[in-house]
């Protein structure tokens, strides 16, 4: 009986010996990293690991030192962030950048429609509420579409910015401790919505709440001095002694 062939993956994005230096300090030593496309990964690692950094240079805010960035086989080290941002890299911040005076449907249709000239049509106004629409159902807003964005609570705050990523079709979702300041319900949400999201993008989730680690990992990351100590499960990484001597400490990941 013929078996089905394997489904070929692709690397979405690669680090090659990536070095950031500030006034000799490394934030990043030679980090070498692999994402294939559709994968959701996170990255782990204690205060000063380099993590923000990492993500810094993926979008270009911070040019390295030495080293490339390959992001669908092109070289993002050379590029501006508008530019990284149209090749299709989108970062959600951990503080919501969100318009607070909006309401949660204009920020979503501002994202989803930059040039308002592009959708003066009724038909294009349609299509414009249908994609926003979908949008306020995928990150569970729909009940607070008119409700001003400075009203919502912080992970609704939250969501709403992941919305507005979203919306820009991203190839690579890129987020940086999103569920920093949510209760335990809030976070849990989180957690739903980004395996939701994961079916139909790569995420690279940048964390340090290791209960909602353990909820949404598939593959772990560990940095440490700016470069990988170790990948795997999150069992894997929970248990592995230099993961808990570098950045649990004395006491393990929670259960």
């Known amino acids: 009986m013929l078996t089905a062939a394997p489904t070929a993956t692709r690397q979405i994005l690669q680090t090659q010996d990536l070095t950031v230096s500030f006034d000799g300090f490394k934030a990043l030593d030679r980090l070498n990293f692999s994402l294939e496309e559709g994968e959701l990964r996170v990255v782990i690692g204690p205060n000063g690991a ?13 040019k390295p030192t030495r080293g490339r960035v390959l992001f669908k ?17 989108g970062r959600k911040f951990q503080t919501p950048r969100v318009y607070q005076n909006l309401s949660v449907r204009e920020n979503l249709e501002l994202s989803l429609n930059p040039d308002k000239r592009v959708f003066s049509t009724l038909l294009g106004k349609k299509h414009l509420r249908e994609k926003t629409d979908a949008l306020l159902e995928t990150i569970g807003l729909s009940r607070k579409d008119r409700v001003s964005a400075g009203l919502l609570s912080h992970g609704e705050k939250q969501w709403l910015e992941i919305g507005m990523v979203i919306a820009q079709d991203p190839d690579l979702l890129l987020l940086d401790e999103c569920v920093a300041g949510m209760t335990d319900k809030e976070t849990e949400a989180t957690g739903e919505l980004i395996q939701s999201l994961a079916q139909s993008h790569t995420i690279l989730v940048i964390e340090h709440d290791m209960v909602f680690v353990r909820q949404i990992a598939r593959k772990v990351t560990v940095l440490h ?17 230099r993961v808990i001597e570098v950045y649990l400490g004395s006491h393990k990941a929670k259960n």
């Not at 086989?73 to 890299?89: A, C, F, M, P, Y």
């Open 50 to 62: 380099g993590k923000t950094t990492f993500l810094d240079v993926l979008t270009g805010k911070v």
């Open 225 to 241: 001095q700016g470069s990988v100590l170790c990948e795997g499960t999150f069992e894997d990484v929970k248990n592995d002694p």
């Open 73 to 89: 086989g092109k070289d993002l080290t050379k590029l501006k962030e508008h530019e990284i941002s149209i090749l299709g890299v």
